[in-house]
């Protein structure tokens, strides 16, 4: 008796106007491309529009999607991809609607980046752990504060809810999805074929800006805060900083978490660990001196702070940046 083929997983990829390309592309590269030599069948993917077409993507060279599919078949998805989300935007009805009655028949539900504030408008991050893009990270947090948002993550899986943050984390996330149905082997070679990592250590955390607070020309923290990023080599005590903005203690460390929203001592952990994340960038000094320059004292010691903040050991945050400064270089030369 003849064996009755597979049906394809099928992914729904849900744009309005506004898209991102690149995001949408990620669902194409990874669930679009037939790739039956490595499973058969593989996934289908269908571009579904929620509003009419053509959807204006977010580009300013009037690119547009046209797709002859409507959230009307969403309904018989498997895993529905929100590729990005315009954080501002309220939803519409039909849109939320048809969220909510995938996720209640046990799609999977996927959103990139900022794609998670459609998925909190829908009310399918409630009481769940969810990510986005460490810019909007705290914005989704303060609009939707029944979801408790990673920021430093790449990704999280909360049962058949998954987020992703910025950008190439869509990446990563779409390789979980399909290491998790195929197997790691599966998940190596579609990454090889993507010329990119099966697997990225550390998360988002080691891509975030911590720019010193700005403070009035004549607020006597601004003095104090520029002396401190001069001397971060040196033991640094609250009442050391205290007495160069001539003040008790008590009113420092209080005026600090005012103008900062964290305590001194925290304040100079995060620009030591941001110093040394500069230092692993750009120079060969070994991890020992850096630790020294950065006032950890130890290797050991900065080792322990780096993972906590960032993600990722010193050394493998210096593979990943000097690496990517390093093809930066070359290809400026090529041009």
């Not at 744009?15 to 590269?29: D, I, N, T």
């Not at 998925?119 to 939707?144: K, N, Q, S, V």
């Not at 500069?278 to 780096?306: K, N, Q, W, Y």
Request: hydrophobic residues 45%.
């Amino acid at each position: 008796m003849a064996r009755t083929a597979r049906r394809p997983h099928l992914v729904a990829a849900i744009v309005s106007h506004g898209v991102s390309p690149f995001e949408l592309s990620v669902a194409c590269e990874v669930f679009g491309l037939d790739r039956k030599e490595l499973v058969d069948p593989w996934y289908e993917l269908r571009v579904c529009a929620a509003v009419e077409p053509p959807v204006r993507a977010k580009s300013s060279n009037g690119m547009t999607i046209d797709t002859p599919y409507r959230l009307d078949d969403v309904d018989q998805a498997d895993t529905v991809v929100i590729p990005m989300w315009n954080v501002d935007d309220v939803p519409a009805a039909e849109l939320v609607d048809a969220l909510r009655a995938a996720h209640a028949r046990g799609a999977r539900i996927l959103s990139f980046c900022s794609g998670a504030f459609l998925l909190a408008h829908a009310g399918l991050l409630d009481g769940r752990r969810a990510t986005t893009h460490w810019m909007y990270a705290g914005l989704l947090r303060e609009r939707f504060p029944a979801v408790a948002v990673e920021p430093d993550v790449l990704y999280v899986v909360d049962g058949n809810v998954m987020t992703s943050a910025g950008t190439a984390a869509a990446i990563d996330l779409c390789l979980y999805l399909v290491r998790s149905d195929h197997g790691a082997e599966v998940a190596n070679a579609v990454a090889r074929r993507m010329v990119v990592p099966p697997h990225r250590d550390g998360g988002q955390a080691q891509y975030i800006q911590a720019p010193v607070p700005v403070c009035a020309e004549d607020d006597p923290l601004r003095a104090t805060l520029d002396w401190a990023l001069e001397h971060l080599d040196e033991p640094l005590t609250v009442e050391a900083l205290a007495r160069r903005a001539a003040t008790s203690p008590r009113t420092y460390a209080r005026r600090f978490v005012a103008v900062t929203g964290t305590t001194p001592l925290q304040w100079l952990l995060r620009q030591r660990v941001v110093l040394a994340q500069r230092l692993l960038e750009v120079t060969d000094e070994p991890v020992e001196r850096i630790a020294t320059r950065c006032g950890f004292g130890t290797s050991a010691g900065m080792r322990v702070h780096f993972q906590r903040q960032v993600g990722t050991s010193p050394m493998a945050y210096r593979r990943t940046f000097q690496a990517t400064s390093a093809a930066q270089e070359g290809a400026a030369v090529s041009a």
